[in-house]
């Protein structure tokens, strides 16, 4: 059957450490993986793309890896600060069995202590 | 503004009455997107609007759920006599057009729902 699965439902990290989420997905031929960040009573924000064909994106603190072997991506949050705290999702399409919306994961909350 | 709004914010209804519920994507965005989020749960796929193509209603539960988008921008979802289990946040998203069918190259743009209560 087909599964996407993050990483532990909450993860809790020191101010400044660096934050890795896992996204694991069995049963998908993904062309294409999104991260997004969700805020209690807010609808997600999109936050990073990644393609098949990509090892590794970043944007500022964000850096984002998609290993097809592996059938995992990784998402890092360097020098982490209580306004990283949110949950995270990630997502993908399946195109290469033919179904193009992107499904989500159930996403890890994030806690960032001070 | 220049985000997706969505309307009610909240909606309290009785079982079996019907709903609509409205999406206004962001201007010039012709993929629209509707999901349903129940709590611990994912983002469950609805349905996807793109341009004048047919809907791709795959991800619709039931007969009883049906959307529609006017003039290629606001968008309406009803559900015709409500259930329980129906009780969900509904969020709409856009984006502009992507290369795959689904879009899925392109970020989506997410509104903040609409929290539907059934009684």
């Known amino acids: 059957s087909q599964k996407i699965e993050q990483n532990s439902e909450a993860l809790n990290i020191q101010e400044g450490k660096t934050a890795t989420l896992t996204c694991n997905y069995t049963?998908?031929?993904?062309?294409?993986l999104q991260w997004y960040r969700q805020d209690p009573g807010r609808g997600p924000v999109f936050l990073l793309l990644?393609?098949?064909?990509?090892k590794e994106k970043r944007k500022e603190r964000l850096k984002v890896t998609f290993d097809t072997t592996l059938k995992q991506s990784l998402f890092h949050i360097t020098a982490s600060q209580p306004a990283d705290s949110a949950t995270y999702l990630c997502?993908?399409?399946?195109?290469?069995?033919?179904?193009?919306?992107?499904?989500f994961g159930k996403g890890t909350k994030l806690s960032v202590i001070p | 503004g220049a985000g997706v709004s969505q309307s009610p914010s909240n909606k309290v209804t009785e079982k079996g009455k019907d709903v609509e519920l409205r999406c206004d994507p962001i201007?010039?965005?012709?993929?629209l997107y509707w999901y349903r989020q129940s709590l611990g749960q994912g983002l469950e796929f609805l349905i996807y609007?793109?341009?004048?193509?047919?809907?791709?209603k795959s991800g619709l539960p039931s007969d009883r759920f049906s959307a529609e988008r006017t003039g290629g921008s606001v968008s309406t979802l009803t559900i015709q006599r409500t259930q329980q289990e129906d009780s969900a946040v509904y969020l709409c998203?856009?984006?502009?057009?992507?290369?795959?069918?689904?879009?899925?190259?392109?970020?989506?743009?997410f509104g903040d729902g609409t929290r539907l209560s059934i009684l």
């Open positions: 049963n998908y031929s993904p062309a294409y």
């Open positions: 998203a856009s984006s502009l057009v992507g290369r795959t069918a689904g879009g899925s190259n392109q970020p989506q743009h």
């Open positions: 990644i393609r098949e064909n990509e």
């Open positions: 609007f793109q341009g004048n193509s047919a809907p791709d």
């Open positions: 201007s010039g965005h012709t993929a």
């Open positions: 997502a993908l399409d399946n195109i290469g069995a033919g179904s193009y919306q992107l499904t």
